[in-house]
């Protein structure tokens, strides 16, 4: 099946300090791919959208200049977060959509980036 | 009105005995939903899929889709405890885009 692989699965940094995390679509080329946070017992929120090859599409409320996404190739997105600070701890969730074929018309998520900002 | 409502929970089943998570959404475009299950600590898990009214079967899963009350259903038969989890209705917004709920968590007693 299609796999999406994220990494690193734990990260710990310091407060000011910036993280990036990668999210590799593994079998399939990712035209979308969609980044997710989700704080303790609440439900994945939207952060942004990740189109290949162009600027990514930022939900309300996400501070694009703190979250920076790349999608620089059709395998391959990442998002670094800059100046972190502990409201930033979160876990992170990044998904592709597939498109058609033996994935159908659904997003897969990666194993997700808990980060602990100190 | 959130998006999509789903009652948090948590929803305790005896096992064996079948398991009825219940979602409801506003949007009366959507087309397209799902159900994720999500262990605590790891990311959501694509169960199923269905696009049309009715009833769709997958092992002991079945979702089950009303458009016109706008509402959708996954109903889990022969609970077991590694069922125990946090289940998550999504709908499309858009040709891109899903919305969550806020999940069902759910506990199998044995």
């Known amino acids: 099946g299609a796999v999406v692989s994220q990494h690193p699965s734990r990260v710990i940094c310091k407060s000011g300090t910036s993280v990036k995390i990668e999210c590799r679509s593994l079998?399939?080329?990712?035209?979308?791919m969609f980044w997710y946070r989700q704080f303790p017992k609440q439900s994945l929120m939207l952060m942004a959208t990740?189109?290949?090859?162009?600027?990514?599409?930022?939900e309300q409320g996400v501070e694009k200049d703190k979250f920076l996404i790349n999608h620089a190739s059709l395998t391959l997105s990442t998002l670094t977060v800059t100046s972190a600070h502990p409201e930033d701890s979160s876990f992170y969730i990044c998904?592709?959509?597939?498109?058609?074929?033996?994935?159908?018309?659904?997003?897969?998520f990666g194993e997700g980036s808990w980060l602990t900002v100190v | 009105q959130k998006e999509v409502e789903q009652n948090s929970g948590p929803l305790s089943v005896p096992e064996g005995a079948i398991a009825s998570l219940n979602c409801t959404y506003s949007?009366?475009?959507?087309?397209?939903f799902f159900w994720y299950r999500q262990y605590s600590g790891k990311s959501p898990e694509l169960i199923m899929f269905?696009?049309?009214?009715g009833d769709k079967e997958d092992g002991r899963f079945t979702a089950q889709l009303n458009k016109a009350s706008q509402y959708v259903s996954l109903l889990i038969r022969d609970s077991q405890p590694s069922d125990s989890a946090t289940y998550l209705c999504?709908?499309?917004?858009?040709?891109?885009?899903?919305?969550f709920g806020q999940g069902t968590r759910l506990t199998i007693n044995p």
């Open positions: 998904s592709f959509k597939g498109f058609g074929g033996a994935v159908g018309n659904t997003i897969y």
């Open positions: 079998d399939f080329q990712a035209t979308t």
């Open positions: 990740s189109n290949e090859g162009s600027k990514a599409t930022y």
């Open positions: 949007d009366r475009g959507s087309q397209s």
């Open positions: 269905i696009y049309s009214n």
């Open positions: 999504a709908v499309n917004q858009g040709a891109q885009k899903l919305v």
